[in-house]
Structures are given as C-alpha cells and as structure tokens.
C-alpha cells in the first residue's frame, strides 16, 4: 500500500491545477444538485401545506350580481330549487368529500370580522352578500371534475379555488427546480469529462511505468488503484464542500431567516439536508470511478 500512496499524492502532486479546477467543478455541480433536490423536496411541502387547504367556493346569484354572470338571471338570487340541485350534483360527485353551506347571514358576520375597521362595512348588508357551498375534496389534485359539474348550473354566480393562484406559482417553482437540476447534469458531466482527462494525462505520463509492472505481473487493480485515489480524492473534497454549502444554506437562510420569519409554512429541514448530502456524495463517488475506469483501460494493455 506505500507504493500506492505514494503514487497517489505524486500524481496529485504533478496535476495539482487539474485537480483543483475538478475539486471547484464538482464543488459547484454538487452544490447545484443538492440545491435542486432541496428545491424538489421543498415545493412538495408547499403542496402539502397548501393543498390540503384548498377548499372550492361556489357561490350562489344575488339581485346585485354582475351581468357578467350567466347563469343569473338579473335582479334575482338563486332559487330554494336551483340551491338544491347545486348541492345534489355537489355531494353526488365522487371528487367531494365534504360540503358545507355558508349562508348569507354567516358570510355577513365573517365579513364584519374582516373588516371591523373599515368604512366599507356601513354600506353592506345582509341582502347583498352571496350565500355559498364550500366543497372539501378527496385528493386536493382532483379538482376540475367538481368545477366543470356546477359551474354552468342556474343560480351559480361563480365557482372559485387556490388552484388558480397555486398551480402557476408550483409551476414556475418546478421550472426554477429543473434549471438548477439541469444546470448542475451539466456540471457534473463537465466534472467527469475533467476528471477523464486528468487521469488520462496522468496515465499518459507513467505509461512506461505501466507498461513494466504489467510485464513483470502486476494486477490491473493494483495498477489502477492509485489513479482511482487520485480522483476519489478530488471527488470527495468536492462532496465536503457541497455539503458545507447546503448546510450553511439550511442555517443561515432556512433557519435563521424564512423559517424564522415564516414558521407557520413547513420548511425543508436537516433530515432533507442529511439526505441530499448522502445523495451528492453518492453521485461524486460514481463520477470519480467510472471516468477513471474508462480513462485507464486503454493503458492497460501491454
């Protein structure tokens, strides 16, 4: 093992700018991925917390309904009748798991909560709020069949959900998630493609070397093993700094920042963190060894 070692640390000796520039490749490329994977994992407790919120409104007609409304008929609110057969499809869909009527009188008192202080308030009635069905669905994902099945009904004057407020904003985080992912694949082949060639020159240099412990019956294993070193060695210390990064990025602007200002949202936490260092230090080791394995195997016959 003296023998290995030392060919190790002459090796990164003599390709010490090659192996810096790989060290700061993987450092970034790691740093990147993990951040996607955080990224990935935060986005689905955004839906979690948010989704599981999401109820649909269906309000009903009132005499001051706008003319927009189409299924109104003007000056008039909704019928007893036209209530009943919105409720019926509305607990008949296989998408509802719970409804709740809200009348006009108990919209009327959440309306005096909300707006206690405003001047608003003294020109509001009773009459002019718009009772409602408030719908409570089985998968929060599920939604469009419970919209579609009423919102053309007589007697409603709108139909409305968070989705149309969260669906853009996750898309646009997913987006954000697989730009940085993206970014970091390409990184990462840069990083392999680097490495590649480090070992390459390195190999390249000792090739007379080689070629005589092969003759003299020197193992492949034996041969490779300190060029394995070589870029395990950089890999690793690209894996450390990567970790470092997403743990100073989980203290200082997880915890100490959003998490501290917003601690009612949930937040992605050390459990996420340990993981994502597991899985990038993975994705290092992976991209240290098969590179070489390739880059080496030509050397390797005599």
Known sequence: M????TETWSGLRRNASMTFAVIVTMWVSLSLFGIGLLAAEQVELFKGRWYDKIEISVFMCTPKSPASADNCTPGE???EAQRQAIEASLRSNPETAEVFYESKEEAFAEFKQIYADSPVLSTMTVEMMSDSFRVKLKDPTQYQGVV?????MPGVE?????????DPLFAWLNLARWATIGTSALLLLAAALQISNTIRMAAHARRREIGIMRLVGASN???MLPFLLESLVAAVIGALLASATLAALEQFVIVDGVKAQLSSQHWV???HVGLAMAMISGVAI???VIPTLIATR???RV
């Open 298 to 300: 030509r050397f390797l």
């Open 158 to 166: 709108s139909v409305n959900d968070l989705h149309k407020l969260l």
């Open 77 to 79: 609110s909704t019928t």
């Open 148 to 152: 579609s099945s009423v919102a053309g």
């Open 286 to 288: 992976v991209l240290s």
């Open 221 to 223: 294993w034996y041969i």
């Open 2 to 5: 003296r023998h290995t070692w």
């Open 269 to 271: 936490d050390w459990t």
